[in-house]
């Protein structure tokens, strides 16, 4: 893709983690829409949980989640028992007791959590829930707390899986975004989860920050290989600053710009795959035999609030201050102020502030965007008839693909869409050909590549 190009669509669009996306979620003013959906759900299908953490010991001046700095442990520990409360209160709502298929943890950190604590949570959660025999049990680690007997408590409490956010190995780089780690340290936990058999570790790494150069993502990918990932992430660095103030601590001269993003992104994907990791949707890779890369050839993959999954639950309960939920119905969001949260779970109010509904055909241009994210492809037509619509109601959608089309991003046949190798970076902007909601009303979003 040449660098015109590159130049050309730098443009900033939804990550499409969800459709329709949360800047269009709406306020709530009770629980009671919620607990409608939770009362509607059928008992013999399997769900999906994911708990957030939202403490950290430091702030990276990169991160784009939510979170909260603390230096003591006392809000944790009160969290933890508010988090337990919602269990309780999600799961009173629910109509039997329902089998969970996938857990997630995600931050912040959840590595802020002592280990007796990961246990109890872990505990009450089966009291609350049935987890199912296969169920893949994920957690997100920061390297630069985690501990031995951290990670033996993990292993107790039957994680499986766990993400180590790495973002880049270089010193410079990692001054720059105040999160100094050394390999040796990712290494050493690296070592402690194989130990203790935890061995499904993938690791997440980030293109696009400060002072990094082709050269040094190169090396980043390198040295990260050595650690035998089954998974690695690649994310393009997301300076919203308007949205996320701290990220004002980052020189933005420093920043590369769209066509330095660009050749870095290719390179380390190149870089991947050479070393026989497989391309799954727009920024994840693979070992062939890891079921994430299973899941994509067998055009089996999903996308949530957390990536790229494996995860085909049609429910995603969100637990903790900010989660998301992700239901038959539409979506919720938690209150993000602590205080808030707290305070609405021990009144007995299932502590939703946002949300929406699907109305019209959210649920079809959902599949549409859900499918183009995960294969590089979908047959708009096929699923047009599934849903009892006619994909000439797309005639404008396509229209808005001859630009990508003529540029060689997608390929076009009858109604349907493919993606080319060559376009995979910006498949957003394809799936954003699709969205209703973005041409109604101005949202800021990270840039595409």
């Given amino acids: 893709m040449s660098e015109r190009l590159a130049e050309k669509y730098d443009l900033r669009v939804p990550r499409y983690t969800s459709y329709p996306t949360a800047p269009h979620f709406r306020a709530l003013a009770d629980d009671g829409l919620y607990r409608g959906w939770l009362a509607g759900l059928d008992p013999s299908r399997s769900l999906s949980l994911y708990f957030h953490i939202p403490f950290c010991d430091e702030m990276c001046w990169f991160c784009g989640c939510y979170t909260k700095i603390v230096n003591r442990?006392?809000?944790?520990?009160?969290?933890?028992?508010?988090?337990?409360?919602?269990?309780?209160?999600?799961?009173d709502a629910l109509p039997g007791r329902f089998e969970a298929s996938h857990l997630h943890w995600g931050g912040g950190s959840p590595t802020m959590l002592a280990p007796g604590d990961w246990l109890a949570l872990v505990a009450g959660l089966r009291a609350a829930f049935a987890f199912a025999a296969d169920a893949?049990?994920?957690?997100?680690?920061?390297?630069?707390?985690?501990?031995?007997?951290?990670?033996?408590a993990l292993a107790e409490a039957g994680v499986n899986r766990a993400s180590i956010g790495v973002q880049d190995f270089d010193p410079a780089v990692q001054a720059a975004i105040n999160r100094r780690q050394p390999y040796e340290v990712v290494e050493r936990v690296c070592g402690w989860l194989r130990r203790h058999g935890i061995d499904a570790i993938n690791?997440?790494?980030?293109?696009?920050?400060?002072?990094?150069?082709?050269?040094?993502?190169?090396?980043?990918v390198d040295?990260?290989?050595?650690?035998?990932?089954?998974?690695v992430a690649l994310f393009g660095y997301a300076h919203v600053p308007w949205m996320k103030t701290h990220q004002?601590?980052?020189?933005?001269?420093?920043?590369?710009?769209?066509?330095?993003?660009?050749?870095?992104?290719?390179?380390?994907?190149?870089?991947?795959?050479?070393?026989?990791?497989?391309?799954?949707?727009?920024?994840?890779?693979?070992?062939?035999?890891?079921?994430?890369?299973?899941?994509?050839?067998?055009g089996h993959l999903h996308r949530n609030f957390q990536g790229y999954t494996t995860d085909a639950a049609a429910v995603l309960l969100g637990f903790g201050a900010s989660a998301i939920g992700s239901l038959p119905q539409g979506y919720v969001q938690n209150i993000m102020a602590l205080k808030d949260y707290r305070e609405a779970v021990a009144g007995g109010r299932l502590p939703v502030a946002r949300g929406i509904a699907f109305v019209g055909d959210d649920r079809l241009r959902g599949e549409i965007i859900e499918r183009l994210m995960c294969d590089l492809f979908v047959d708009v037509a096929a699923i047009c008839r599934r849903h009892g619509a006619d994909a000439d109601a797309f005639a404008a959608a396509f229209a808005a693909l001859g630009p990508l089309a003529a540029d060689g991003v997608v390929a076009l046949d009858g109604r349907t869409v493919r993606v080319?190798?060559?376009?995979?970076p910006l498949v957003r902007l394809a799936a954003a050909a699709f969205d209703a909601y973005l041409a109604h009303g101005e949202a800021r979003h990270s840039r595409a590549v």
Avoid at 141 to 152: G, K, Q, V
């Fill in 73 to 91: 442990y006392e809000p944790i520990r009160a969290y933890l028992e508010a988090l337990a409360a919602e269990v309780r209160l999600v799961a």
């Fill in 136 to 152: 893949e049990i994920a957690v997100e680690i920061d390297p630069r707390d985690a501990t031995e007997a951290y990670i033996a």
């Fill in 203 to 220: 690791l997440d790494l980030m293109y696009g920050l400060p002072h990094q150069t082709v050269g040094k993502v190169e090396a980043m």
């Fill in 223 to 231: 040295l990260a290989l050595q650690l035998e990932p089954a998974r």
């Fill in 248 to 298: 004002k601590l980052i020189d933005e001269a420093s920043l590369p710009g769209s066509t330095e993003r660009w050749h870095q992104n290719a390179a380390a994907a190149r870089r991947l795959e050479e070393r026989g990791l497989r391309p799954v949707g727009l920024d994840h890779f693979a070992r062939a035999d890891d079921p994430l890369a299973k899941a994509a050839a067998a």
């Fill in 420 to 424: 080319t190798e060559a376009g995979r």
